[in-house]
């Protein structure tokens, strides 16, 4: 595969799911560099603003099966991986998969879950495998999680466990429409006179897990490298952060960095891409000290704090 093949089949894909998601394009080159790099999305934000559509656009475009999932208190495991069933024409019992078994899974409000509920998902985000009755079963390529959480409302929830929060690639937010994007977004409903938004399937997961290969197999000089583990160890030994990044923050960096460059057109990364991409990485692994966090301070100033004090190295 060529960079501008991978290249004009993600700004395909992003150009059909921009049809229904009104403006952010950040937003939509996030998740398609998290797709490249086949990670899990977190999305922290409030209701209503199109997460389970942009999933859903995302999976029609890429030809990728889609299931969603909401979470509610009540939610067992078995409803997440599936169970063995008795067939009563055979005798014998069958396995009735469940969502998970899809290319893109949403995880419509995920904290409202038990941890029990929260800890299936856990074996599927890491190894791509379920284990149901002893027998693991793998899960069909590409697996993705787009998760989703309201910052806002916490009664009757159960926060993420850290181990699961590091699971995720990236987490973001989409964020409030402008104005003029808002009354773009009424035009287009009334143009369509319904509420789904039809896409045109631009690539398969076949595709996508070729650009992901391709992903991985891009070169990353060693000042790069090197560049990324100076702003993972700064982390660790913030004044104001009690646990940094672990060695999966940097391998995020690293990927992430060149999913970013390969989506501009270039089989190498440069200073920049690590910088765009930073945050969305490694904010939400950082643990903050007592004392910052109840004054408010958010972990990702604390990332851009780091970003400006590393000297950003020359590539020749």
Not at 138 to 152: D, E, G, H, Y
Request: net charge neutral.
């Amino acid at each position: 595969m060529r960079t501008e093949e991978l290249q004009s089949t993600c700004q395909g894909i992003m150009d059909e799911v921009g049809k229904a998601i009104v403006g952010k394009r950040e937003v939509l080159e996030r998740v398609m560099m998290a797709m490249l790099c086949n990670g899990h999305v977190l999305f922290e934000d409030y209701p209503g603003l199109a997460k389970t559509m942009m999933a859903n656009c995302f999976a029609q475009s890429s030809g990728c099966a889609f299931k969603r999932v909401q979470f509610t208190p009540d939610l067992l495991p078995a409803d997440i991986t599936g169970t063995y069933i008795l067939d009563r024409q055979t005798g014998n019992f069958r396995l009735r998969q469940g969502p998970i078994f899809a290319n893109i899974l949403l995880a419509d409000e995920i904290n409202r879950a038990p941890p029990k509920t929260q800890a299936a998902l856990l074996e599927a985000m890491q190894e791509r495998q379920v284990t149901l009755e002893g027998e693991t079963m793998p899960l069909p390529r590409p697996f993705i999680v787009l998760a989703t959480q309201n910052p806002i409302e916490y009664e009757g929830t159960y926060p993420l466990p850290e181990a699961q929060i590091d699971r995720f690639l990236i987490r973001t937010s989409v964020g409030y429409p402008t104005q003029e994007e808002e009354r773009e977004i009424l035009r287009r409903r009334r143009a369509r006179g319904k509420e789904e938004v039809s896409m045109e399937r631009v690539c398969t997961p076949e595709r996508i897990v070729e650009m992901q290969k391709f992903v991985d197999g891009m070169h990353v000089q060693d000042v790069i490298e090197e560049y990324i583990v100076k702003i993972v160890a700064a982390t660790r030994s913030h004044t104001q952060v009690e646990v940094g990044a672990s060695p999966r923050g940097s391998l995020a960096l690293m990927r992430l960095s060149a999913a970013r460059a390969a989506l501009k057109g270039r089989d190498f990364v440069l200073p920049d891409d690590v910088k765009e991409v930073a945050v969305p990485a490694l904010a939400h692994r950082l643990i903050l000290a007592a004392d910052p966090w109840i004054r408010g301070v958010k972990p990702r100033s604390v990332v851009e704090t780091i970003m400006k004090d590393i000297p950003v190295p020359k590539v020749g």
